[in-house]
């Protein structure tokens, strides 16, 4: 069964456009929820990560929006780079379950110049 | 280098075959985590050890994989009798108590023929 569904599975933007990730989980008992970054032939990094008693978190150009109600969070990429260009994942875990991750399936992210 | 180390990084073998993958995660980190990832799909979680102690398997594990964690520091995973299905990159990752966030290595990515 998924508990974290992510969509699109790809997305193609222009430098400086905003892309826009979102993810859905089912699992309320999820309470933490981080967005890893991929690039080829490298495992995942984090990249940014929010707790749902927040609704908004930012560093740098990344923003988490969290929508606890609807148990939906999304990745924002303000001006967005070249280098920007990777799959990313958003996950979920429940902190005294080790912080065992539950990944979505990944979007694609290229990022033209 | 101090980040999590895997070897191989690729292994290919043929159907039937045993194969065995070496994972050393960060020096300070007790917990050590094992994923498997397929092409366009996210990480997904395969055990977890909290030092030498494996405290859970997910139920994709079957009975021909094995994991080990001997005095809490590095990590086997093997795999007996492959089968084509086993193909996948297979990602170590680590962490502290307490602290969510999860360092991956560079994976093992594996080819059964």
């Known amino acids: 069964q998924q508990q974290v569904k992510q969509s699109p599975q790809s997305l193609i933007v222009q430098k400086g456009g905003i892309p826009i990730i979102n993810c859905a989980y089912e699992?309320?008992?999820?309470?933490?929820f981080p967005w890893y970054q991929q690039f080829p032939g490298k495992g995942p990094a984090l990249l940014i990560a929010?707790?749902?008693?927040?609704s908004e978190k930012k560093e740098g150009r990344f923003t988490i929006s969290f929508n606890k109600s609807a148990k939906q969070f999304s990745l924002h990429i303000m001006d967005s780079q070249p280098g920007d260009s990777a799959t990313y994942f958003c996950?979920?875990?429940?902190?005294?379950?080790?912080?065992?991750?539950?990944f979505g399936e990944g979007t694609q992210l290229t990022v033209n110049p | 280098d101090t980040g999590v180390s895997q070897d191989p990084r690729h292994k290919i073998t043929k159907r039937g075959q045993n194969v065995t993958f070496r994972c050393d995660p960060i020096?300070?980190?007790?917990?050590l985590y094992w994923y498997r990832q397929t092409l366009g799909q996210g990480p997904e979680f395969l055990t977890y050890?909290?030092?030498?102690?494996?405290?859970?398997k997910s139920r994709l594990l079957s009975d021909r994989f094995s994991a080990e964690r001997p005095k809490g520091s590095f990590s086997t995973l093997e795999i007996q009798r492959t089968e084509q299905g086993d193909s996948a990159m297979y990602l170590c990752?680590?962490?502290?108590?307490?602290?969510?966030?999860?360092?991956f290595g560079s994976g093992t990515q594996l080819s059964v023929l």
């Open positions: 050890f909290q030092n030498e102690a494996q405290l859970e």
């Open positions: 996950a979920a875990s429940i902190e005294t379950s080790g912080s065992r991750l539950t």
């Open positions: 990752a680590s962490s502290r108590t307490g602290i969510e966030e999860l360092f």
């Open positions: 699992n309320t008992a999820f309470d933490y």
């Open positions: 929010i707790r749902p008693d927040v």
């Open positions: 020096s300070e980190h007790n917990r």
